[in-house]
């Protein structure tokens, strides 16, 4: 996930956020304190606020902006509050994935917004 553009709130304080391409999409995350740099890859995990609609479903893993500015990621349940998406990234979600979903299951939730952790 190769970051392509970052606005920065704040310099002095590395306050930013950074726009991201999945390969599916790009998408927005929020950082700070911020050291990345225009074309680095993300490194660190990923922390999504506001989950909902969660659903096991098909296609490929990743990251994208919805039309209405939300987040859709699509995933693999690595436990009960982790999903792996892409090679190593790993996204952290604010809510249990215990109930109906098990380790290996593709699932997609919508996130009102994205942390590096």
Aim: glycine residues 12%; proline residues 1%; contains cysteine.
């Amino acid at each position: 996930m190769k970051i392509v553009y970052i606005d920065w709130l704040s310099l002095e304080s590395k306050e930013a956020f950074m726009h991201v391409d999945s390969c599916v999409g790009e998408f927005v995350v929020f950082c700070h304190p911020c050291s990345y740099c225009i074309s680095d890859n993300v490194v660190d995990g990923l922390y999504c606020m506001s989950v909902g609609n969660v659903a096991v479903t098909a296609g490929r893993c990743g990251i994208f902006m919805n039309n209405d500015g939300s987040c859709i990621v699509r995933g693999v349940v690595d436990g009960i509050r982790d999903v792996v998406v892409g090679s190593d990234v790993r996204v952290e979600v604010d809510v249990d994935l215990g109930c109906g979903f098990k380790v290996g299951d593709l699932v997609q939730f919508s996130c009102g917004r994205i942390d590096v952790l």
